[in-house]
């Protein structure tokens, strides 16, 4: 069974865990059945054609899985996945003041 | 709303004024106790942002899970993110909406003329369309 470890802010979509262990022998294996068990977590990762999200990066161990083989990527039961965002931004030259946008 | 401890603000102003007049950005490690988030640990990562980073900055993403990786260790949950807004108001910017995820608090300090300015927090939603202000305290002393 190979570890996923759940971000912070999805715990409340997987019964507050902070790491589930789950069968699969590929990425796209452990990932499906993450969100079996979770549903709602399907929402947070994927899009509704089934994509992972632009913002999702999945890390085998230390690795991102988009220099691996990605989804295709083998999961040993000692494996431990890692669901990380992308995260950037910055400010144009002019802001306005407080409010969001 | 979300609430900053002296240490973790000390460490997010001081990041944040020594890169002026670039970005600065980092992570919050801290407890969630029903809606509120109480941010214990602030931690500095390089912006990774390739260009000139006036007014960008990026996190590597496996920055953000050592950053991930420290917390769990010390009990602690990755609760937010925070950046800086060189001689600009510390709003939520169209680039910060589009580059954003909906999981964490989105700290923002407006630094002028190299000194903190003011700050505030926002909560993107999941399709990235907007980011209400959250309830933002921290030391005044």
Same mark, same amino acid.
């Given at each position: 069974?190979? #570890?996923?470890?759940?971000?912070?802010?999805?715990?409340?979509?997987?019964?507050? #865990? /902070?790491?589930? *262990?789950?069968?699969?022998?590929?990425? +796209? *294996?452990?990932?499906?059945?993450?969100? *079996?068990?979770?549903?709602?977590?399907?929402?947070?990762?994927?899009?509704?054609?089934?994509?992972?999200?632009?913002?999702?990066?999945?890390?085998?161990?230390?690795?991102?899985?988009?220099?691996?083989?990605? /989804?295709?990527?083998?999961?040993? +039961?000692?494996?431990?996945?890692?669901?990380?965002?992308?995260?950037?931004?910055? +400010?144009?030259?002019?802001?306005?003041?407080?409010?969001?946008? | 709303?979300?609430?900053?401890?002296?240490?973790?603000?000390?460490?997010?102003?001081? !990041?944040? =004024?020594?890169?002026?007049?670039?970005?600065?950005?980092?992570?919050?490690?801290?407890?969630?106790?029903?809606?509120?988030?109480?941010? @214990?640990?602030?931690?500095?990562?390089?912006?990774?942002?390739?260009?000139?980073?006036?007014?960008?900055? =990026?996190?590597?993403?496996?920055?953000?899970?050592?950053?991930?990786?420290?917390?769990?260790?010390?009990?602690?949950?990755?609760?937010?993110?925070? !950046?800086?807004?060189?001689?600009?108001?510390?709003?939520?910017?169209? @680039?910060?909406?589009?580059?954003?995820?909906?999981?964490?608090?989105?700290?923002?300090?407006?630094?002028?003329?190299?000194?903190?300015?003011?700050?505030?927090?926002?909560?993107?939603?999941?399709?990235? @369309?907007?980011?209400?202000? =959250?309830?933002? @305290?921290?030391?005044?002393?």
């Amino acid at each position: 069974m190979a #570890k996923v470890l759940i971000p912070t802010p999805l715990r409340q979509f997987a019964d507050k #865990k /902070d790491s589930v *262990e789950l069968a699969g022998t590929t990425v +796209a *294996e452990v990932m499906a059945a993450l969100t *079996e068990q979770f549903p709602t977590l399907r929402k947070q990762l994927f899009t509704d054609e089934g994509k992972l999200r632009s913002f999702v990066n999945v890390y085998l161990n230390d690795e991102d899985i988009r220099y691996l083989k990605k /989804d295709a990527t083998p999961v040993a +039961a000692t494996d431990t996945l890692s669901i990380v965002p992308s995260i950037a931004g910055g +400010a144009p030259a002019v802001g306005l003041a407080g409010g969001s946008l | 709303m979300i609430n900053i401890n002296k240490s973790s603000w000390d460490l997010m102003v001081a !990041h944040a =004024e020594k890169l002026f007049p670039n970005e600065c950005c980092g992570a919050m490690l801290g407890n969630i106790d029903g809606d509120v988030k109480n941010v @214990t640990q602030a931690v500095a990562i390089e912006n990774s942002y390739t260009g000139a980073q006036g007014a960008r900055y =990026e996190l590597r993403p496996e920055d953000l899970l050592e950053a991930d990786r420290k917390a769990r260790a010390a009990g602690l949950d990755l609760i937010g993110i925070f !950046h800086s807004h060189p001689d600009c108001d510390a709003y939520f910017s169209k @680039t910060d909406l589009e580059n954003s995820c909906p999981w964490y608090s989105f700290v923002v300090l407006s630094i002028k003329g190299g000194k903190f300015d003011h700050a505030n927090s926002f909560l993107p939603n999941a399709e990235q @369309t907007d980011a209400p202000k =959250e309830e933002l @305290t921290w030391p005044k002393s």
